[in-house]
């Protein structure tokens, strides 16, 4: 996410990266802050004095971890920005929920809708009409075709390949590398090619 923010800022956008807020930062994650110059502000608990103007992204994949973190910035009256990449492309009647993260590379078509919290990862693509739901994870490489509509909280594995007129249901898991080729049902997880 800090390489988008980076990008951002370079790119004239109107950023100034304030740090981390993480409540159990491990000396991995604060070693590397410390080497990018950054810092971890606090735990949630910073969150509550925290300037109003202030905007939050959710660094965090897990579709449920991240509808819990954004109830909380709501409660806290935080607002989220969106990050687009400056590399990325959009076409026409694109709309980008709250809290979007557009990484490098990624391609968005026409009429295509992002709910909350949406992160669409590196070099991803995004067919005609698509509505992606809030807190999804798009991970690298994936190719969503047309008309595909994907339910809240889901996790699309890098590289996966998903057809047109789809629909996956809230909660839905697909693996790396699946090929996808039928509708998925709440809350399953799909893998391999065809995806089962
Ligand atoms: C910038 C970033 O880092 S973005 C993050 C990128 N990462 C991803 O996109 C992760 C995608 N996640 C996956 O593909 C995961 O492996 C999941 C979600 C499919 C895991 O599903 P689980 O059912 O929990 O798989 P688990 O690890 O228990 O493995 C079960 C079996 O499925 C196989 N398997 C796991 N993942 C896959 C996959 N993507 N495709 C095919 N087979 C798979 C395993 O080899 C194992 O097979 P075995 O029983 O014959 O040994």
């Not at 890098?158 to 693996?175: E, F, K, N, R, Y």
């Amino acid at each position: 996410m800090r390489d988008v923010i980076d990008a951002c800022i370079a790119s004239g956008q109107d950023w100034d990266f304030l740090g981390y807020v993480d409540d159990d930062p491990s000396e991995p994650h604060h070693a590397a802050v410390a080497r990018s110059q950054d810092k971890v502000l606090g735990g949630m608990e910073w969150l509550e004095d925290a300037p109003k103007e202030t905007h939050v992204f959710i660094g965090i994949g897990t579709g449920s971890v991240k509808a819990n973190i954004d109830a909380q910035l709501t409660r806290l009256g935080l607002s989220a920005g969106v990050l687009v990449h400056p590399t990325a492309s959009m076409g026409r009647d694109v709309t980008l929920g709250p809290g979007s993260i557009v990484c490098a590379g990624v391609r968005l078509t026409t009429n295509i809708r992002l709910g909350r919290h949406v992160h669409l990862n590196l070099n991803t693509t995004i067919g005609h009409d698509v509505d992606v739901d809030d807190y999804v994870s798009i991970n690298p490489l994936v190719a969503v075709s047309g008309n595909v509509r994907i339910g809240a909280r889901s996790m699309i594995g890098t590289h996966a390949a998903i057809l047109q007129g789809l629909d996956l249901g809230p909660d839905s898991v697909v693996g790396g590398s699946a090929l996808v080729v039928k509708d998925v049902d709440e809350g399953i997880t799909v893998k391999g090619v065809p995806a089962r």
